[in-house]
């Protein structure tokens, strides 16, 4: 009886000891990100609510911007590690200068995928202004000179065959902003993300006059960090970016599928994730579900269309001649990327 008792309580013992032993779980990385609230912005809100980040041992921290340069802005400066959101000059710039570094992709114009719209304001649209071809002679509003919204209306300018001094450009800052010069008919014209375009043309505030998929696909938005990041810390990002493709393939599963007839397919799941985009957008369901951009499942970049852009904004002088594309594009994080240059 005195070698069984003293056997137990060895055995407890022993097990107590091991799961001593074992200790606590090692605490998670905290990474920080700078994003909009756009749709766009989609697999990062449901890598943070669907356990993805926490699953790589991530604790993420969101900080919100209301434009694009200011997200790139936070990454440079160390006020955060990861950013997402459009490309433009500024991004460019700074990534010439050896800051940020894209790392996979966030979302692109893809033909079929409705993302941005031209969005003309009411009173423009009685004056004539009801298609694409009537821009010339306009005042069109762009958050900043450099942006994506310049771009795309730059890249547009050369497929109908208009010069861009024939558009005058009204630099508003924000999308706030630019929303609200376009209700108020401050500015003929705008681009707007579909959740805010779609919007305005349901309550009657606005007209969408035409969508960028249709004219000018392009690889919009990225994932980035800094090379001190990456030098750093390379198995957070590594981290990261698997939490984000986890998410874009959960998007992908979700949102991106067709049927026979090429109309979209909602997944079972579909309105679970459209209630986390919710939270964090602020649009209504309706609206997101005719608002939802292509996002690539794998993260894989357009990485020609990347070279393309650094070389009109360089031919626009908006962009360093010394930037070199290829310098600021970090192609081994995820694999297959697409239409890459020899």
């Given at each position: ?15 107590a ?5 074992a200790?606590?779980?090692?605490a ?5 990100v ?19 980040f926490a699953k790589e ?24 590690d990861?950013?997402t ?12 200068k ?10 692109r114009?893809?033909?079929?995928w409705?993302?941005n719209a031209?969005?003309?304001?009411n ?8 298609g ?11 958050s900043?000179i ?6 795309m ?11 861009m001094?024939?558009?005058k ?8 902003n ?9 500015v003929?014209?705008?681009?707007l993300?579909a ?26 938005g ?10 750093e ?20 599963a979700?949102?991106q599928?067709?049927d026979a ?6 997944g079972?799941?579909a309105?679970a994730?459209?209630?986390i985009?919710?939270?964090y957008?602020k649009?209504e ?6 608002s ?15 070279y ?6 360089q ?7 010394t ?14 990327h ?5």
């Amino acid at each position: 009886m005195v070698v069984s008792r003293w056997l137990g309580a060895w055995c407890i013992g022993a097990l107590a000891g091991v799961a001593l032993g074992a200790g606590p779980a090692p605490a998670a990385d905290k990474v920080s990100v700078s994003a909009l609230t756009f749709v766009s912005s989609a697999p990062l809100f449901i890598a943070q609510d669907r356990g993805h980040f926490a699953k790589e041992g991530l604790e993420v921290e969101i900080k919100f911007f209301t434009a694009a340069q200011p997200v790139a802005v936070a990454v440079t400066s160390g006020d955060a590690d990861f950013g997402t959101t459009g490309l433009t000059a500024g991004y460019f710039n700074l990534a010439g200068k050896g800051t940020i570094t894209i790392v996979c992709a966030q979302s692109r114009e893809e033909r079929g995928w409705e993302f941005n719209a031209y969005v003309a304001s009411n009173q423009a649209y009685a004056a004539g202004l009801t298609g694409l071809d009537k821009l010339p002679g306009r005042n069109f509003g762009i958050s900043t000179i450099g942006s994506s919204h310049h771009y795309m209306l730059g890249k547009l300018a050369e497929r109908r065959g208009f010069a861009m001094d024939q558009v005058k450009l009204a630099p508003l800052q924000t999308v706030p902003n630019m929303i609200a010069a376009v209700k108020s008919g401050q500015v003929d014209a705008t681009l707007l993300p579909a959740q805010y375009a779609n919007d305005l043309q349901a309550k009657g505030e606005a007209k969408v006059i035409g969508w960028v998929h249709e004219e000018t696909p392009w690889q919009l938005g990225a994932v980035f960090t800094s090379p001190k990041m990456i030098a750093e810390r390379r198995p957070v990002v590594e981290r990261f970016v698997r939490a984000w493709v986890a998410a874009a393939s959960e998007y992908d599963a979700e949102f991106q599928k067709r049927d026979a007839q090429g109309k979209r397919v909602f997944g079972p799941n579909a309105d679970a994730l459209i209630a986390i985009i919710q939270k964090y957008t602020k649009a209504e369901p309706a609206v997101i579900k005719v608002s939802l951009p292509y996002i690539d499942p794998q993260g894989r970049l357009l990485v020609r269309d990347l070279y393309d852009q650094v070389r009109w904004y360089q031919a626009q002088n908006m962009v360093d001649k010394t930037v070199d594309a290829k310098a600021i594009v970090d192609l081994s994080f995820v694999k297959g990327h697409l239409d890459v240059p020899n």
